[in-house]
Each structure stands twice: as structure tokens, then as C-alpha cells.
């Protein structure tokens, strides 16, 4: 029989430290969806995801009740839209349109994919989408936006990079009597994973099966209590290869709850992302791990070394516990929906510098970061910059998700409710890169040797 | 090969007359079995785990989770599938 042990360690994982399957996400090519026709295309777009999601929810809560584990979100990503648009030009909102009805329909509470990659240059359909990405996420719900602007191979197109500082301004403005949620939607990437589960930034990547099945595993409360019961003085080694176990042990449940509800719902098994994605709930919280590492508040010198050992125990033991590890997996640092990482911003201790320190050694990048409401668009598009160009010279998935806060300055904080939190206006630098962003063109591509 | 679907109860609380048989009764009423019991009682406290056969179980694990809780008033319940065990403690 099962060791007590064990039973308990598990029932205190969900029960008190908040595990959870942060998202099952089914990932739906819709490259056969597409169609001269605008409204023939939405229209198939439409019946495919309601087609094949349809009991995504339904899946996701009978599996939950099974095994007992909370199933926080079911979503789901599609094909980048601008390839659809690109095929049946017209006006791309219709898609998103589409996209939030099916979502609704089927009732996830997200839906990814109304995307662009154009790290190396735009083609039919990207200038058209990125251009409506403000409106498509005014007069949208649950349809997510996300646009991979840079990668190792190709460089940064810095023409994509100054019109991403624009288009965030604009969601941000279209949406300010609704806490700028527009901006939330919204996600500028380099390097981008075609196999991410996690909003806002998944989409289906080209590269994939016609519909997959991926889940997304969460667990900070589990790992910060783990270390809360080890002894002060453990040594950094032992701390990381607790938190290799205790990652194993999150992903395993991903692991058993993704095949199990790829069988049910008749489609392939993804992947498993595990990442360390907090709440803005008590004991879920990243930046509370760092802490119990042993920094006095999130942001303290010593952040960025904490975080790079955290983000490489957490791959190490998902690696080990599944075969088909991907998406993202590491640690998310998003500020508003991390209480630490609020605190931290509240009390000034965390900077969007030590943020954009943290982000060359942790999952993804700059997430969830209000900034003051009067910032010009080339200083978003010039933090667009900044960190694409640390994903490119690293070899890895950054990203920007910035909220500029209409009509608030530094101090005051936007509210988004549920998962996405809140946040307080974080200070930026307010001399002007505009005349390198103006230049646009492209940064080329790295040297892949001579590394120093 | 194990056709057997199990699931594991847990019952932890104050000792009282007559836990394990109300949980028991419990179980039986869901038409699923005991295959092993295990318990101890420390001072006051009293842990039980219950792994039982599920295979043919009438209902859902919730409900037979709410039903024991219903008779166990003040005490923790909680039933889970063996599978996310043996997924998690087994390499």
C-alpha cells in the first residue's frame, strides 16, 4: 500500500499549498479553415474550435473531480491568425470576433492566437493584424493577442518593434474606463515557443499536430513551503535539489492529468509546461519563494542568482518526471499577479531594471508590469528592444506585457481582478530612445560562436 | 494484470466512537470495497487510510467524498484516485 507519507504530502500539495493544473489549453491548426471569403473563413473557424473543444470544460472538471486536483483554466490556442488573414484579407477583427464567440460558446476563459511572427519581416496579413490588434482586444473578451517580433536566427525587426510600442499604447487607451485590459491581452515576443499553453501568449505554431492537447502546471505555494521546512543554514545545493524533487513531483500530475484528457477528448497528447506561475492569491507566490531562498524582499540584490537557480531545479525536475516537456517551463515573474512581486513594487525594492535582470535568467520576460499612463510609444517599443534583445543574445523566450495605466501616474495602481491581479505604476526612464526607434529596420542576427 | 481502479480515503481528526465504521458503511453504500486499511491513533488524534476498490463504484469519487464527510461531521475527508499517488511518489 501507499506509503502515509506520501498520502499526506500529496493532500497537503493541493489542499494547503495551492497545486493546481494551472491550465489545460488544446492547441487547433486552422490552416484548413482558410478561405478567400472573410466570412466563410470565420465561419469555419468558428465550427472547428466548437467542433473539437466542445468538451474541453466539461473534460477538464470531470478529471478534476476524479483525481481531486483543481483545474484552474481551460483555453484554447489556434493558428496564428494572420496567415488566415493573409489568405482572405478583409477586415481581421472578424476573426477575433469569431475567436470570442467560439470561446464563449465553448466556455474557456481564454482564447489564444490572434498572432503575428514576423521576427524577420511582414507578409500578407501581419501588417493588417497587428494594425487591428487595439480594436480586435476593445471588442473582444477572452481572445488573446500576441506577436513574436525577434528570434536568435533572424534578429529583431525593429520596424515590428516600433509598431508594438504604438499598438500597446492603443489597447491600453481603447480599453481605459476597463483598466487598460486591452494591454494585458497582449504580448510581444522574441524567440516565441509554438507550444506555449500558458495566456496570453500561446497560439497554435505551424509546426504542430491539427489539435493537441497541453497542460500547464503550477505549484509556487508548494515549493516556497518545502523550503520553508528546510533548516536555514541548508547549502544552495541541497535547496536546488529539493526543488528539483518537488518539481518532478507538479509534473507528474500534469502529466497524468494531460494524457488522461487527451484519451477523453480523442486527440494527441501535447506537452506538459511546468511553470512556477503564481496568483496573485497568498502562498502563491514566486516572489515568496526567492524569499524563503533567503533575500529579505523580492528585488534585493541577490534576486537574479536565486531566480536562475530556482528556473534551471524546476526544468531539471520536469525533464526527469515527463517525457514531453515544453512550452515554456521555469518561472514566471508577472508583477501584478505575484503578491510578492507587488509588495516588492510597492515598497520600491523591485525595479524594472533588476525585472529586466531577472528576465536573462528566468521564463519569459517582462509580464504584467503597469507603467505610468503618459509613457510614449517609443519608450514601450525601446523596453520592446531591450528585452528581445536578451532573448536573442541568449538563445531563449522573452517577452513584454506592459499595462500603460490612461490617466495614472506613478504610485497608483490598476486593478484587473481574478488571475491577471493588480498592480502598482512602476517608474521608467523618461529620456527618449526615439530616435533609435524611428530607424526601424533590423538588428541582425547574432554570432553564434565567439561567446563571452 | 490489475483491472482494479483504486482510490485512497484519508481520515483525519479527533478520535471518536465509531469513525472507521461510519466511513466504512460509507464506502460500502457506494458499492466500492476495502482492500487495506491502515490507522493510527496518537494521543487523541486519529489518521486513517482506506485504500478501496472503485471499479465498480456507484456515483463519483466526490460523492462518496461528501457522503463520508456528511457522516464525519468536524472531521477531514478526503478521497482521491491512486493514480495521482503512484504518479507522484513513483519514478
Known sequence: MLNTSDIMETISMIRDNNLDIRTTTMGISLLDCADTDIDKSCTKVYDKICRLAGNLVATGDDIAAKYGIPIVNKRVSVTPISMLAGISGGDPVKYAKALDRAAHEIGVNFIGGYSALVQKGFSAGDLELIESIPRALAETELVCSSVNVGSTRAGINMDAVRLMGEKIRLAAELTKDNQCIGAAKLVVFCNAVEDNPFMAGAFHGVGEADHVLSVGVSGPGVVRSVLAAMPDDAPLDVVAETIKKTAFKITRVGQLVGSEAAARLNTQFGIVDLSLAPTPAVGDSVAHILEEIGLEQCGAHGTTAALAMLNDAVKKGGVMASSSVGGLSGAFIPVSEDAGMIDAAREGTLSIEKLEAMTAVCSVGLDMIVVPGDTPSEVISAIIADEAAIGMVNSKTTAVRLIPAIGLAEGEELNFGGLLGYGPVMKLRTKSPAKMIMRGGRIPAPLQSLKN | ?91
Open chain 2, 1 to 91: 494484470m490489475d483491472t482494479q481502479e483504486k482510490a485512497v480515503i484519508t481520515v483525519v481528526g479527533k478520535n471518536a466512537i465509531g469513525i472507521l465504521a461510519k466511513a466504512a458503511t460509507c464506502v460500502a453504500d457506494a458499492n466500492t470495497s476495502v482492500i487495506q486499511v491502515s490507522q493510527i491513533v496518537m494521543d487523541e488524534f486519529f489518521t486513517m487510510n482506506m485504500l478501496v476498490d472503485i471499479s465498480q463504484i456507484r456515483g463519483s469519487i466526490q460523492d462518496l467524498e461528501n457522503d463520508i464527510k456528511q457522516h464525519l461531521p468536524g472531521i477531514e475527508v478526503h478521497v482521491m484516485h491512486e493514480n495521482i499517488f503512484n504518479s507522484m511518489h513513483t519514478i
